[in-house]
């Protein structure tokens, strides 16, 4: 096993490692760690950072796993992690919904543990080139990372994606969005923005959103936009940006692979009459 920690200002490589070269993935973490992101903005309680707090900070952590036995190919992986300051009052918080409670480090050991394990559980006898070494090659890679979607002084949104190939003609990817309100220091679900019983008219203006986005009229069937149905069903996943609520659907889930990740982008103000009075605050 090859593991390589990246710190955002300075490279260490834990003793006894070596850095993987070479690979698609190692070029988009290379690109993830030049586009370093700080997040500087007012924390729960109206406290106020100046410029030079770094709240939040990312890292990347790189690891190689082979299946020890199975004739798989080894799988390169590589996370972009945010860092959270001590002094954060929301650090717990949003670690607790990112990380499941768990450190950085720990929270990728044990994703990377838990895909190689499935992989070799699910295709114990695929095959796979070797190196010079005759150890399996990495053939196969998981990327995932977190970052900074928007901020304002009222919310966060995180967003983290993953890409993953293990082998066919393409890779799959998924995206899933964490928001948090910072003032009241909550995690946020969807009913904290809209009202329950206005769920039936969001996904209306949803759809009316998606319409519109791809030039159909009002009442056309998406599918003429390769939709897989008439009408896309309500996205558990959301983010705040730019006083406006987006839903996300991921690759698959509403339409072909070609078309990749969808969204549908709706601003407080076509939301008037359905939020509650968190969401009118944090959408206004």
């Not at 959270?84 to 768990?102: C, H, Q, R």
């Not at 990377?112 to 796979?128: K, M, S």
């Not at 393409?170 to 923005?193: A, C, P, W």
């Not at 809209?194 to 959103?209: D, F, M, P, R, S």
Request: net charge negative; aromatic share 12%; hydrophobic share 35%.
């Amino acid at each position: 096993m090859n593991t390589i920690f990246v710190n955002s200002t300075k490279s260490a490589a834990r003793p006894g490692c070596r850095r993987r070269i070479g690979s698609r993935m190692g070029l988009l973490s290379g690109l993830a760690c030049c586009a370093t992101l700080f997040l500087l903005f007012s924390c729960a309680g109206g406290q106020s950072h100046s410029d030079g707090d770094k709240l939040i900070s990312p890292f990347t952590y790189e690891d190689v796993k082979t299946p020890a036995g199975s004739g798989s190919p080894g799988t390169a992986f590589s996370f972009t992690l945010l860092e959270f300051d001590s002094s954060w009052p929301l650090k717990a918080l949003v670690e607790e919904a990112l990380y499941m409670g768990n450190d950085p480090i720990i929270y990728a050991d044990k994703t990377a543990e838990a895909f190689a394990t499935r992989l070799r559980d699910e295709a114990p006898e695929q095959g796979g080139e070797t190196n010079r070494a005759g150890e399996a090659s990495t053939g196969w890679e998981y990327l995932e990372e977190f970052s900074v979607k928007d901020r304002s002084p009222e919310y966060l949104s995180i967003v983290r994606e993953r890409y993953y190939y293990t082998g066919g003609a393409h890779g799959n990817s998924e995206i899933q969005y964490f928001v948090f309100d910072i003032r009241e220091g909550k995690y946020l679900v969807l009913e904290d923005l809209i009202q329950e019983e206005k769920k039936g008219e969001l996904t209306a203006l949803v759809n009316e959103a998606l319409r519109a986005a791809y030039g159909l009229g009002p009442s056309t069937s998406l599918t003429k936009a390769n939709f897989f149905n008439d009408d896309a069903s309500l996205s558990g996943d959301f983010y705040l940006s730019g006083g406006k609520l987006i839903f996300q659907w991921d690759t698959y889930e509403i339409t072909p692979y070609v078309m990749g990740s969808i969204e549908a982008k709706l601003s407080g103000k076509a939301l008037r009459g359905l939020l509650t009075p968190r969401g009118g605050r944090l959408l206004r």
